[in-house]
């Protein structure tokens, strides 16, 4: 089975992190359907499941025209009342007709898209992961960031958020297989912004990998946010007092989310454990973090040198 997807993370956009249940008012629908929480080790929620219905061309780098027919689940996450998400994703296989069923066969494997036509794993793999696409084509990523920017425009947050952050896509396929010899995954920067993520994962549980990909993704945004205002603070020729203020933030808002594989299933722990050794997340974040404070304590001895040495009235 090959699946694949999009996450999209940022700052929630509130002065400060949003109670429980706060989160799960921001997260409800109009539907009533119950916000999935937990809190140990890290608060976590996620919105009900939605379904968006599909019929279009999957993403190729060869420019085959196979068509999908299917649902595409989305939700939102929020992560310590903190982080938000915007998750998307859905798994394909060969349709065992070429004619168009009624929705409702569709409806009832949510999150299942049926190729109609020739169905070439790597090439859809590498399809998704470069952005490769045209006006028909699949586009997880505007579902993505649309349940995003919906929980960032909400009145439930009050618009003040205490950090300028980036928002990070993470583009990623997986291949499910329990008999996969050599599980692990390939992490690649796109951009300043764009990341890709290649799993070949022993599992069949989509759900178990949608966890692990949303945890990479807030591990990713984390360090790259704290890097983006670090480079940009030390870059300008700031004074003392502005650095400390615009990098303060940083140690207030931040350090106690870094968790990595907190929600991830037990059976995926030692993939993202590889991830984290090989690309070294947890060693820049603490490098990073060292500098920050290094950064705030070395201005926060200067202005204290600085008021000791004005002469007394």
């Given at each position: 089975m090959l699946?694949?997807g999009?996450?999209?993370t940022?700052l929630l ?5 949003l ?5 799960e008012?921001?997260l409800?629908?109009e ?8 809190e140990?080790?890290i608060?976590?929620?996620i ?6 219905g599909?019929?279009?061309r999957?993403p ?7 068509r999908?027919i299917?649902t595409?689940?989305s ?9 938000a998400?915007?998750?998307a994703y ?16 569709y409806l ?9 036509g020739?169905?070439?794993?790597s090439d859809?793999?590498q399809g998704v992961l470069t952005?490769?696409?045209?006006t028909?084509?699949l586009?997880?990523s505007?579902i993505?960031a649309?349940?995003?920017?919906t929980?960032?425009?909400?009145r ?5 958020p205490p950090l300028?952050t980036?928002r990070?896509?993470?583009?990623w396929t997986?291949?499910l297989?329990r008999?996969v010899?050599?599980?692990g995954?390939t992490?690649?920067l ?10 070949r994962v022993?599992t069949?549980d ?10 990479l ?5 984390l360090?790259?946010?704290v890097?983006?205002v670090?480079?940009a603070t030390?870059?300008h020729?700031h004074?003392?007092?502005?650095r ?5 933030p940083l140690l207030e808002?931040?350090p106690?989310?870094w968790?990595?594989g907190?929600h ?9 454990s ?5 690309p070294?997340f947890?060693?820049q ?6 500098r920050?404070?290094?950064q705030?304590t070395i201005?926060a001895?200067?202005?204290?040198q600085?008021a000791s ?5």
């Amino acid at each position: 089975m090959l699946a694949f997807g999009e996450v999209q993370t940022g700052l929630l956009q509130n002065s400060v992190a949003l109670p429980r249940r706060a989160t799960e008012h921001l997260l409800s629908n109009e539907a009533d359907e119950r916000v999935r929480s937990v809190e140990r080790p890290i608060a976590r929620s996620i919105s009900p499941d939605r379904l968006e219905g599909v019929d279009c061309r999957l993403p190729t780098t060869s420019g085959r025209q196979t068509r999908a027919i299917g649902t595409v689940v989305s939700r939102a996450v929020v992560v310590a009342g903190h982080v938000a998400q915007g998750s998307a994703y859905a798994r394909v296989a060969p349709a065992r007709t070429t004619i168009r069923l009624p929705w409702s066969h569709y409806l009832a494997s949510p999150g299942h898209l049926e190729a109609i036509g020739k169905l070439d794993r790597s090439d859809l793999e590498q399809g998704v992961l470069t952005g490769a696409r045209t006006t028909e084509t699949l586009e997880l990523s505007a579902i993505a960031a649309r349940m995003l920017d919906t929980v960032q425009r909400s009145r439930v947050i009050d618009h003040a958020p205490p950090l300028r952050t980036p928002r990070v896509r993470l583009r990623w396929t997986a291949l499910l297989d329990r008999s996969v010899e050599r599980p692990g995954g390939t992490f690649t920067l796109v951009s300043e912004d764009v990341r890709s993520l290649q799993l070949r994962v022993p599992t069949t549980d989509l759900g178990a990998v949608v966890a692990l990909c949303e945890d990479l993704a807030v591990h990713d945004w984390l360090l790259t946010t704290v890097l983006s205002v670090l480079d940009a603070t030390l870059a300008h020729d700031h004074s003392r007092a502005e650095r400390v203020s615009r990098l303060q933030p940083l140690l207030e808002h931040l350090p106690h989310l870094w968790m990595p594989g907190a929600h991830v299933p037990e059976e995926l722990l030692p993939i993202w454990s590889a991830l984290d050794q090989r690309p070294g997340f947890t060693r820049q974040w603490d490098g990073a973090m060292a500098r920050v404070r290094d950064q705030i304590t070395i201005g926060a001895l200067d202005l204290l040198q600085g008021a000791s040495t004005k002469p007394a009235r």
